[in-house]
């Protein structure tokens, strides 16, 4: 079955970065998006960042120059690339793809940006 396993998240200062790893198995990757999303303490989940199977990427405004997504179809890995990381940018993030109508998440990683 598919399985998305999240990595890479921890306690940063304000000002810092992180990447994030997303290890899938039991899909053919190359042929699917993958995305990230967020959910902040007490905020539903919002997305993030996609990038299609040919390496198109989408990103919500918020994001844009702060956040890269990229993919390595060789490896089933998807990445997400974080600078400049505030504080409002804490909580858990989620990989997820979608295959024929249905959602698949990872467990999530947690991230905290503070001092």
């Known amino acids: 079955q598919v399985q998305l396993v999240e990595s890479g998240g921890g306690l940063v200062q304000p000002g810092g970065s992180l990447r994030l790893s997303c290890a899938a198995s039991?899909?053919?990757?190359?042929?699917?998006?993958m995305a990230w999303y967020r959910q902040a303490p007490g905020k539903q989940r919002e997305f993030l960042a996609v990038?299609?199977?040919?390496?198109?990427?989408t990103y919500t405004d918020s994001m844009k120059g702060r956040f890269t997504i990229s993919r390595d179809n060789g490896k089933n890995m998807v990445y997400l690339q974080m600078n400049s990381l505030k504080s409002e940018d804490t909580g858990v993030y989620y990989c997820?793809?979608?295959?024929?109508?249905?959602?698949?998440w990872g467990q999530g990683t947690q991230v905290t940006v503070s001092s």
């Open positions: 039991g899909v053919a990757f190359r042929l699917y998006a």
């Open positions: 997820n793809t979608n295959l024929s109508g249905k959602a698949y």
């Open positions: 990038i299609t199977n040919g390496g198109s990427t």
